[in-house]
């Protein structure tokens, strides 16, 4: 059973607010990873990270942020929310050498 | 660079329906090869995997062979269920260092009862 966990599961706020998304996973993993899903449902890679203090951007540019002080933790930022940013957010993270990807069960966040 | 291309929904099938959803992919080394499946307001779940040719993955009544002559990974079940509705990513790993998946768009499976 993969653990790993993302609060809140929503969020309405409204524009201009900054808001941080959290990530949290206890396997000891060292890689992790962003992703936004669009209502079509395809997934898009915002973010990833090696490991404590790596992080990289994805394939789709972002307006949010990321940090990786821990390995356990990856909270990503987004400093003034727009109603562009509204989607649902998934954190993943892989063990190393298993391309495994296990998955939170995702942000639906809302910007007014 | 690698890339998936997955039959595109939505789809609609009747309980006890065979399913068939198509993958196939272009890669430049022996990548592995995954479906994830995603129910209403999950995350996604790992459903199988193969990670060389002619390896079947199988899981829940859900079978898909890694054919490398076709560069193909589709996913089979031959009677739905109610509770498989939901969307199905074929992914494959990037190999070349980047240790990263590359998904398809994904497909969404309504089954009726």
């Known amino acids: 059973e993969a653990d790993i966990y993302q609060t809140p599961r929503y969020l309405v706020i409204g524009t201009g607010k900054k808001i941080t998304l959290e990530c949290s996973q206890t396997?000891?993993?060292?890689?992790m990873y962003w992703y936004q899903q669009d209502p079509g449902m395809e997934l898009h890679l915002i973010h990833y990270?090696?490991?404590?203090?790596?992080?990289e951007k994805g394939d789709l540019s972002s307006e949010s942020t990321v940090s990786r002080i821990r390995t356990e933790h990856f909270p990503l930022t987004l400093e003034s929310a727009r109603p562009s940013h509204t989607s649902q957010y998934l954190c993943a993270s892989m063990d190393r050498g298993r391309y495994e990807q296990y998955f939170g069960p995702g942000t639906r966040l809302t910007v007014t | 660079g690698d890339s998936v291309t997955q039959m595109e929904g939505p789809v609609t099938l009747s309980e006890e329906a065979c399913l068939t959803i198509n993958c196939t992919y272009t890669a430049t080394g022996y990548p592995s090869l995954f479906w994830y499946v995603q129910y209403p307001g999950e995350g996604l779940q790992l459903l199988l995997k193969?990670?060389?040719?002619?390896d079947k993955g199988s899981n829940k009544g859900f079978e898909a062979t890694y054919r490398k002559e076709t560069t193909s990974f589709h996913l089979e079940k031959g009677s739905v269920q109610v509770s498989d509705s939901a969307v199905y990513f074929c992914a494959l790993s990037d190999e070349g260092g980047s240790e990263k998946l590359v998904f398809g768009k994904g497909m969404k499976l309504t089954v009726n009862p």
């Open positions: 396997m000891g993993h060292d890689k």
């Open positions: 193969a990670t060389k040719a002619d």
């Open positions: 990270s090696y490991g404590v203090n790596s992080t």
